[in-house]
């Protein structure tokens, strides 16, 4: 049995993941989430549930979050009789690995520092497949030493590679940067597979042409051969493509930093939310052009 206890708030589609694996490494973990159906199956291979936030990180060493967006962050770390924050001491280190804003983030880890915890942000590229086989990717932001502590931690949950960005909240923003850049690829291949389908130029031909040149990134390749099989499985939902896009949008202005092309292309993600493709994978924006 690994000596560490760690936390795993949020049992969603990544943090359920996250948490079988580090039962797969031997960990004792303690789950939380606001519906304990969700927990079961990590109950039956002998995690424990935690009724709050608070009792999973008192029972804990290392306590884990991944959540939907900042409100649930901050009702799990700082509501006022149940957060997080009030299980943790100073021997303990807690771990935001959500996809958040900025702000948000060095707003916590202040709080949290006021404990004497230990703090990161360190939130991961990759999603469920990626999580399955133990190839995330983590962008850390806070302190070497900190990280140092846990590195172990990050990878049995599913961190193939982690990169130490900097400060508190600079992971966050790395991870920011990266999801609006993979939007406003995925964005601009949709809507060119719309065009030359309207002169006649199949998905399947445009694609086989594109996939041979450097101008396409593996990840936006990916995408394209799912437009083309019609493959919109959630992956990464367009409900939390336009949260991310929103996240970047105020993390720039909290900044005073332009990103034109980032705001243009959120107005896209909306027309699919509208449109009913919200609970879709990214790819489903295709449906706007093609």
Known sequence: MNAKTVAVMGLGAMGSRLAHNLIDADYSVVVHNRTIEKAQPLVDRGATFATSPRAAAEQSDVVLSMVTDNEISRQVWLAAETGAILGLTPDKIAIEMSTLTVDWIRELGAAIAQSGAGFLDAPVVGSRPQAEVRKLISLVGGQAETLAQVGSVLTDAGVATTHHVGSVGQGMAMKLA???LFGIQVAALAELLGMLSQDGISPEKAMECLGDLPVLSPAAKGAGS?????NHAPLFPIDLVEKDFRYVTQ????LEARIPTTAAVIDIYR???AQGHGSENITGIVQLFV
């Open 178 to 180: 990266i999801n609006a």
């Open 226 to 230: 799912l437009m083309v099989s019609q």
């Open 271 to 273: 027309t699919a939310i």
């Open 251 to 254: 993390t720039a202005q909290s």
